[in-house]
C-alpha cells in the first residue's frame, strides 16, 4: 500500500518567480524574494513541492513548450544555486478554448481554475490532497485547489488584482484558506498546519 505524502504545490509566475509579462526566454527568469528559502524549507520538512501552472504563451504560438521546459530548468537552476533540492516535477497546461494554434484549442481539464493538473500531480506524486497545500496568486489558481481537494495559499506577490485571464469562467469568486504577502511569509503557517 502506497504511503501518501503532502505537498506543496506552487503557481508558477507570481509566486514562484516574478511575472514578467509572456516569458518565454530563460534569461528573464527572476526568483521571487525569499522563493529559494520557501522551497528548501518545505524540503527539509519532507514536502513533495512541485509547480502547477498554465501557460497560454504555448496555445498563442508565443513560444514552444521546448520553451517553456526552458525556463522551468532555469528555475531549477537558479532554486539549485541556493541550495534547494530538484523539485518534484513542473506540471504545465498549454491549452487554451481559444487557441491560435489549432493542436491546443481545446476545453481540457488541466487549465486552472479546473482542477486537472493538481490531480494529476497527486497521482503521479503519491500526494495527500488534504495535507497538501496549492499556493497560487490568481483566484483562478485557489479554484484549482478547492476543487482538487487542497488547502490554498493566495499570496498578494503577483497579479491577484487583475481581472480573470481571458478565457477563465470562476462562477464564483473563491476564498482562499490563508492570504499572505509571498510564499516566504506563507511557509512558517504551512509548516505549522501540517503538524497539527
Request: with cysteine; net charge negative.
Amino acid at each position: 500500500m502506497t504511503v501518501l505524502r503532502p505537498g506543496l504545490l506552487l503557481d508558477r509566475d507570481g509566486v514562484l518567480i516574478s511575472d514578467v509579462h509572456l516569458l518565454v526566454e530563460p534569461s528573464d527568469v527572476i526568483l521571487e524574494p525569499g522563493a529559494a528559502d520557501a522551497i528548501r524549507s518545505a524540503q527539509i520538512a519532507g514536502l513533495a513541492v512541485a509547480v502547477v501552472t498554465n501557460q497560454t504563451v504555448v496555445s498563442r504560438g508565443l513560444c514552444s513548450e521546448e520553451q517553456v521546459t526552458r525556463v522551468n530548468r532555469r528555475i531549477e537552476d537558479l532554486l539549485a544555486k541556493q541550495g534547494c533540492k530538484a523539485l518534484d516535477g513542473f506540471y504545465v497546461c498549454p491549452h487554451h478554448p481559444n487557441a491560435t494554434v489549432g493542436q491546443y484549442r481545446i476545453r481540457c481539464h488541466c487549465r486552472k481554475p479546473e482542477p486537472g493538473l493538481l490531480l494529476h500531480a497527486a497521482q503521479t506524486l503519491a500526494l495527500d490532497l488534504q495535507r497538501t497545500f496549492l499556493v497560487g496568486d490568481r483566484p483562478s489558481d485557489i479554484l484549482a485547489g478547492q476543487r482538487a481537494g487542497c488547502r490554498t495559499v493566495l499570496v498578494t506577490s503577483g497579479r491577484h488584482l487583475d481581472p480573470p485571464i481571458v478565457g477563465v469562467q470562476l462562477g464564483v469568486t473563491p476564498e482562499a484558506d490563508f492570504t499572505f504577502s509571498s510564499l516566504l511569509e506563507a511557509m512558517p503557517t504551512i509548516l505549522e498546519e501540517l503538524q497539527r
